[in-house]
Structures are given as structure tokens and as C-alpha cells.
């Protein structure tokens, strides 16, 4: 059975950090473009970052550069997302997603072969 499995969410107080970790299973995540997207309570789901099969190119969207940073480690078949100060609007539930593809722009969410459960970040306003 393929998963991804999010874990590190939690409660956080603006300004503060949070390291959240997407670990697979039944799949080679080195194989995958990995990507961060997050919904907000009552706003679509969006894409917030991504990086390359081997680390050499990633992007993010303006909203977060700076602030976070995505990080793979192909060897222990994971990746993670480090989020330092963090806003209230960073509030959502984080999801990890696995794409055959570096897509130029997003691609809609059935092109994302496998996708995570989700974890919840708050960050209080």
C-alpha cells in the first residue's frame, strides 16, 4: 500500500517555527517531485512549495520565501518542510504530494500521483 504521512503540525505562536515531515511508504519518494500545498479553513487548497527529484531546484510561493524551506531526504525516503516565522495566515492543514512531473505552473490535483492525509498547523492570531 502507497502512502505519504505527514506528521509535525501542531499549535504554534506567531513567530515561532514548525518542522513538518512527509515520510513514504510502499513508494521511492526519490522517484517524485515533492511539493507542500496547505488549506486554509474555508479557501481552496494551495500550492505553497516544491522541490526537484535531486535537491537542485526549488520553488515556493511568494508568500513563504524566506520564511520556509523545503528539504528532501531521498535516502531515508522523506521530506520535510521548515517553517519559521510563522503568521496567523499560515493557519491550514499541510499537505505532502508526490508528481512524476516538474509541472511549469500547478498542475490540478489529479496529476499529483499520490498525496498525503494532512496535518494541521494553527497559528493564533
Known amino acids: 500500500q502507497v502512502q505519504l504521512v505527514e506528521s509535525g503540525g501542531g499549535l504554534v505562536q506567531a513567530g515561532g517555527s514548525l518542522r513538518l515531515a512527509c515520510t513514504g511508504s510502499?513508494?521511492?519518494?526519490?522517484?517524485?517531485?515533492m511539493n507542500w500545498f496547505r488549506q486554509a479553513p474555508g479557501k481552496e487548497r494551495e500550492f505553497i512549495a516544491r522541490i526537484s527529484w535531486h535537491s537542485r531546484s526549488t520553488e515556493y510561493i511568494d508568500s513563504v520565501k524566506g520564511r520556509f524551506t523545503i528539504s528532501r531526504d531521498n535516502a531515508k525516503n522523506s521530506v520535510s518542510l521548515q517553517m519559521n516565522s510563522l503568521k496567523p495566515e499560515d493557519t491550514g492543514v499541510y499537505y505532502c504530494a508526490a508528481s512524476g512531473k516538474w509541472y511549469a505552473g500547478v498542475a490540478p490535483a489529479n496529476q499529483y500521483e499520490y498525496w498525503g492525509q494532512g496535518t494541521q498547523v494553527t497559528v493564533p492570531s
Open positions: 510502499g513508494l521511492t519518494i526519490g522517484e517524485y517531485v
